[in-house]
């Protein structure tokens, strides 16, 4: 008997510990479930130079729109907008057929490209998104129906910082979907994720909202939701939205749109327009934080590729006057080393990190480069290009949606054009 069940418990931890690297394999929100931009399974084809990824399948209807997949098991889900809608939609990931897709309203018309920029936020058997008209939706996961939907204008007064649309990609925490409409009534709001009901406000911060989403951070045990805004970067409290700390800066200006980054107490911020970026410590005392700038480097101004976190070092493309990507020691500020894009043919763009790697994707000409992620200096494992343009036309006709990688496969996204990748070794 002592052996059986000896053998039933050894099982048991093998599934638990099978179901655990399974989900780890998913991208159910953001920037991953951690919204750190890293995908951490390793065993990968990440040498192109000796082969290239074979391309899956291509589907062709995503419509308009920058939002970035989100893939659970064999789903991804994505938002896009077409023939004047807004829309959700479902897909297979192992064929890119559709499972379904739902009209979310009238499509967001906006400078520097119609419709929807934020990604999905899985949660369960339901979703939570944000279209750029900001307005938050909740949908069921199995056939994209609307639960619920509030409308950041007419519910909470919110405003944006500039003209280029609501960003933002919802947080989910607990039975709470956290988000910034802005404005003067308080810049984020938590509503009940099943009903929609406010559940707290900001109203001692009123900043007006930036591109930015939040990250959750836990300082001494006070569990924090930690967003960019239009003047600065700010803590607030999980359990009832009070302000905890925030930090201003008056280089903050245009669109603050890059994702923050958290670790061992320690935030990092940074954003275009020669915002530069912030080391701030975060210590807990007694009930409260302090917030302390460790350092401020003017030369680092990531407009909005994001940057990404590995072994301590920090990791994207900085604007002039580096202009080129960058290696970053996030506790000192020091920069490590920087390449310019014309010297590696891999210019401005997003970067996303897998394992040990790089994956730095070149807005303009659509070349993605495999690079190491190493505190040594820029070293490439070679690169694709997108295998197709779109041919819907915008302002600036930039690759703008980042790379994702989830389940052993790569999602490349131009508009209506996502493109799936195999890359397994």
Known sequence: ?????????????????????????????????QRDGVYKKTDLNLDWAVKKPPLLWTFKQAGSGYSAPTIVGTTLYCQGAENGKDVA???????????????????????????????????GDKLYLIRGSGHILCLSAADGKIIWQKDFTTDFNGKLMSNWGYSESPLVDGNIVVCTP???????????????????????????????????????????????????????????????????????????????????????????????????????NGESITANTIYTERTISNQHGGVVLINGYIYGFAEQPTNGWVCQNMKTGEIVWSQRGQDTGIGKGSVF????????????????????????????????????????????????????????????????LLFCFDLKK
């Open 1 to 33: 008997m002592k052996t059986c069940r000896s053998l039933f418990l050894i099982m048991v931890a093998m599934l638990i510990v099978s179901g655990i690297n399974l989900f780890a394999q998913d991208w159910p929100q953001w920037r991953g479930a």
């Open 89 to 123: 939609f479902a897909l297979d990931t192992q064929t890119g057929s559709v499972k379904w897709k739902q009209e979310l309203g009238a499509e967001s018309v906006i400078e520097r490209g119609n419709g929807p920029r934020g990604s999905v936020t899985t949660d």
């Open 182 to 284: 802005g404005g003067s009534k308080g810049s984020m709001v938590a509503l009940d994720k099943n009903t929609g009901n406010l559940v707290w406000r900001t109203t001692d911060w009123t900043d007006d909202s930036s591109y930015s989403s939040a990250i959750i951070a836990d300082v001494g045990g006070i569990r924090q939701y930690i967003q960019q805004s239009s003047k600065g970067v700010a803590g607030i409290a999980a359990k009832d939205g009070k302000l905890l700390w925030k930090i201003e800066n008056s280089a903050y200006r245009t669109a603050v749109i890059p994702t923050p980054v958290f670790n061992d107490n320690m935030v990092y911020v940074t954003n275009g327009y020669n915002g530069g970026c912030m080391g701030i410590k975060l210590t807990r």
């Open 353 to 416: 990190g897998v394992g040990d790697r790089l994956l730095c994707f070149d807005m303009s000409t659509g070349i993605l480069a495999v690079v190491a992620a190493s505190s040594d200096g820029w070293k490439e494992f070679g690169r694709i290009t997108i295998p197709e343009r779109t041919k819907i036309t915008t302002q600036d006709n930039q690759l703008w949606t980042h790379p994702v990688v989830a389940n052993d496969k790569l999602y490349l996204r131009d508009h209506d």
